[in-house]
């Protein structure tokens, strides 16, 4: 979903004759892009499982993954 929140609030006042304000569509546009794509949580997790097919299928390399300790709004950053 990469539609910017002026053409979302232009197509819900076309398709239904409501306005809606631009910062509650804009939430509603977050909250579907995190249930279609996951959240950065999501994404940071599958990293080893990303690291362990890589090593899988490239027997030959070396793989690491350095991540930081730190913590931004409780998700680990790396």
Known sequence: MHSPTKEIMEE???NFGIMLDKW?????RNAAH???HGSMRDHYY?????IKELKRS???STFI?????AVFM????F
């Open 12 to 14: 819900v006042q076309k």
């Open 74 to 77: 409780d998700i680990p950053m």
């Open 58 to 60: 490239n027997l030959e």
């Open 46 to 50: 599958k990293l080893q499982n990303y």
């Open 34 to 36: 995190k249930l279609l």
């Open 65 to 69: 993954l350095h991540t930081k300790p």
């Open 24 to 28: 509650v569509l804009y939430r509603v």
